[in-house]
C-alpha cells in the first residue's frame, strides 16, 4: 500500500526550495530564487506556502538599510522531505 | 521555474539537481591551503639553509613567520567583521570550517608557546606536523576531498617520523615536506577542480 505523495512537496518549485535548503543552513531569497530560476513574486508565494506547512523557517532583517530575507528549513521539514523520498522510491521501484 | 505538479520521475530529477546545486557551495578553491603551505614550505626550506650558512641565527625565519601569520591573522578577523562579503548562502561545512580554523591557531599557538618555554623545537615541531594531519583530515573529510585525506595520514606519518631525527636541520626537512604533501598538492588539486566546477 502506497503512503499519498505529500501534496505541498509535490509541486515543481517548493521541492525546488526543499531540495536547496536540505543541504544548507540557510540561504537568502536572492540565492533561492537564482537557484531556482523562479519569479519573485511566485517564489514569496510558495515559500510562505513552506512556512504555514511548518517546513521552513523565514527571517525578515535589516541588512545595512536594505530588507533581507532568510530561509532554513525546520526539522519538521527535514522529517517531511525524507518521508517525501521515501515514497517516491516505492513509487518509482514498483513502476519499473 | 514555475509552480506546477510533476511527474515522480521528475521529481527525483529535479531532487538530484538542487542537492547538487546546494553541494557546489561546499567546495573550496583550495587557495588558503596553497597560501598557508608555501608559507610553512619556503620558511621551512630557508631555516634549513641558513642552518648551513649561518646567515641568520637560527629561528630568525620562523620568528618572521610568526609576525606575518598574526598580521594575516588580524587582516582576516579585520575583513570578516568589517569588509566581510555577505554569503547568501550557509553551509554547515562553512561553519564547521570556522572553528576548526580557531581550534587550530590557538592551539598552534600552545605548542609555539609550549617551545618558548623549553620544549625542545625537534620535538616541538612534529606536534605541529600533527596538528596539520588532523586539520587536514578534518577538512578533507568535510568536503569528501580525497587528496587531503590521504594526506593527512601522510602527514601524520611525517610527524611521527620526525621525533625520531637527530638534527634540526631534518627536522625542517619533514616539515617542508609536511606542508608539500599535506597542503601545497592537495591545495594546488582543489584549485584545478574548482576552476572545472566553475568554468
Request: net charge positive.
Amino acid at each position: 500500500m502506497f503512503k499519498d505523495l505529500d501534496p505541498i512537496l509535490h509541486s515543481q518549485l517548493r521541492l525546488a526550495v526543499m531540495s536547496l535548503l536540505i543541504g544548507l543552513k540557510e540561504a537568502e531569497f536572492t540565492y533561492i530564487k537564482e537557484k531556482t530560476n523562479a519569479t519573485a513574486g511566485n517564489l514569496s508565494v510558495q515559500i510562505q506556502k513552506l512556512k504555514e506547512a511548518g517546513y521552513i523557517d523565514v527571517m525578515k532583517q535589516f541588512k545595512d538599510n536594505y530588507p533581507q530575507t532568510t530561509c532554513k528549513i525546520t526539522s519538521l521539514g527535514v522529517k517531511a522531505f525524507e518521508d517525501y523520498v521515501k515514497n517516491l522510491q516505492s513509487y518509482l521501484s514498483v513502476k519499473k | 521555474m514555475e509552480e506546477k505538479n510533476i511527474s515522480e520521475q521528475e521529481s527525483l530529477l529535479l531532487i538530484q539537481q538542487m542537492i547538487n546545486t546546494a553541494k557546489h557551495e561546499q567546495k573550496d578553491d583550495g587557495k588558503g591551503w596553497i597560501l598557508w603551505g608555501w608559507l610553512l614550505f619556503l620558511v621551512s626550506l630557508l631555516t634549513y639553509i641558513n642552518l648551513y650558512t649561518r646567515w641568520f641565527s637560527t629561528y630568525y625565519f620562523w620568528s618572521y613567520f610568526g609576525i606575518l601569520s598574526l598580521l594575516l591573522l588580524l587582516y582576516s578577523v579585520v575583513k570578516y567583521y568589517f569588509f566581510k562579503r555577505k554569503e547568501r548562502a550557509k553551509t554547515y561545512t562553512g561553519e564547521l570550517f570556522q572553528k576548526l580554523n580557531v581550534g587550530f591557531f590557538i592551539t598552534i599557538m600552545f605548542i609555539i608557546f609550549s617551545m618558548n618555554i623549553g620544549l625542545e623545537p625537534m620535538k616541538g615541531f612534529p606536534l605541529l606536523i600533527g596538528l596539520y594531519g588532523f586539520w587536514i583530515l578534518i577538512y578533507g573529510t568535510a568536503l569528501d576531498f580525497k587528496p587531503s585525506i590521504i594526506a593527512a595520514y601522510i602527514t601524520w606519518a611525517l610527524g611521527f617520523a620526525a621525533f625520531f631525527v637527530n638534527s634540526f636541520a631534518t627536522t625542517m626537512i619533514f616539515h617542508g615536506l609536511a606542508a608539500l604533501v599535506g597542503y601545497i598538492i592537495p591545495g594546488h588539486i582543489a584549485n584545478v577542480e574548482f576552476k572545472k566546477l566553475n568554468r
